[in-house]
């Protein structure tokens, strides 16, 4: 039997080539090993307010990028979270499971709720209970994702381990798969910060749907270190950030990299960078408009129910467990 792979991209907006080079990238290099289930996590993005009509039509276009990216519908499971009722219930299991202490140390939960205090959302503080339930409903054995959900999956891991010990062998206890390269892309405008579909500033991201030219202003309003020499070097973020999705694209090493753009100057490394990034983009954009709307229900609705199916028989178990299956 293959392993399974669960992992998912909120529809909050649009994905960058942060969420291609640290996730979807590799949610494809792994489809044929692994069983997978690509889920397009709604029930996350409403953790922050969105506006309906464009949440409807963002999980669609989710949908879209993750079939543009090679995430094949006939060897993986495509599917939308609301979908799936149980992902819900399994998250108010798990929210009786874990302890306050342990989401107030999530720094994601930080993050997003910087300066609203006690006007934070609920929502942003119970997320990573949300990614839990979602991981364990599927038996998952690996999830690929960037380094900032690793903690998230920490967590899940901890709150699986807790639940078998308390009530009897029922969750596969998941392995995060956090690329050694790629894991964490920065924003390009704060490369202190990493690149999110949510933030404000879009100078700081790529977009996967980005044109030509909007891809070459923002490489070349991109911030840059000190220093003038374009290599590798632990004290200068922005380059390494750029070298790093450089090395990415081309599949150059390091040494490679550094080697290419001897006693070059920003600026030609920046309109080479910019000239790679849109023809590695090129294929994908002309991907994206494929599938059509009848196309896209029916690759969900079958995802649904394949999901559905292993989701059911798993929170069917954990409520025998917890001795509140009277109506199943
Ligand atoms: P948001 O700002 O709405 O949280 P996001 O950019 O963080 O958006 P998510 O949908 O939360 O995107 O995450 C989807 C996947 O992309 C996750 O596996 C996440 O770890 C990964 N990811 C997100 N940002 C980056 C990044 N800058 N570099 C590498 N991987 C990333
Ligand atoms: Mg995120």
């Not at 543009?68 to 009722?85: H, K, L, M, N, R």
């Not at 933030?199 to 003038?228: E, H, M, P, Q």
Request: glycine fraction near 8%; aromatic fraction near 8%; hydrophobic fraction near 40%.
């Amino acid at each position: 039997m293959k392993k399974r792979i669960f992992s998912g991209a909120q529809p909050t907006g649009r994905l960058h080539i942060g969420n291609y080079l640290g996730a979807l990238k590799n949610w494809v290099a792994l489809q044929e090993e692994y069983e997978s289930l690509y889920c397009i996590v709604n029930l996350h993005a409403l953790t922050l307010p969105q506006d309906p009509a464009e949440l409807r039509q963002k999980t669609l276009d989710l949908a879209r990028i993750y079939l543009a990216a090679g995430v094949d519908p006939e060897i993986s499971t495509i599917f939308i979270q609301s979908d799936v009722a149980e992902h819900a219930e399994l998250t108010w299991v798990m929210s009786c499971i874990a302890r306050m202490g342990e989401l107030e140390r999530m720094t994601q939960f930080k993050e997003k709720s910087k300066g609203t205090g006690e006007r934070a959302g609920a929502g942003i503080f119970n997320y990573p209970l949300l990614m839990a339930a979602d991981i364990l409903l599927y038996h998952t054995d690996l999830v690929p994702v960037g380094l900032d959900q690793k903690q998230h999956l920490e967590l899940t891991r901890d709150l699986a381990i807790r639940f078998n010990r308390d009530y009897g062998e029922t969750f596969t206890v998941p392995e995060p798969y956090i690329p050694p390269v790629g894991a964490k892309i920065m924003s390009l405008a704060e490369p202190a910060k990493k690149m999110s579909k949510s933030d404000a500033n879009i100078a700081g991201s790529i977009f996967l749907l980005d044109d030509a030219d909007t891809i070459t202003t923002k490489l070349k309003r991109a911030v840059t270190d000190s220093g003038t020499e374009i290599r590798f070097d632990e004290s200068r973020p922005a380059i390494n950030n750029l070298l790093t999705i450089y090395g990415l694209l081309t599949g150059k090493t390091n040494a490679e990299s550094e080697a290419h753009f001897e006693g070059k100057g920003y600026g030609h490394f920046k309109t080479e960078l910019a000239e790679v990034v849109v023809e590695s983009l090129r294929p994908f954009q002309e991907k994206v408009n494929e599938y059509d709307e009848p196309r896209l229900e029916e690759i969900l609705t079958k995802g649904a129910a394949k999901a559905h199916g292993i989701a059911s028989a798993t929170l069917r178990t954990v409520y025998e467990r917890l001795g509140i299956n009277w109506a199943r």
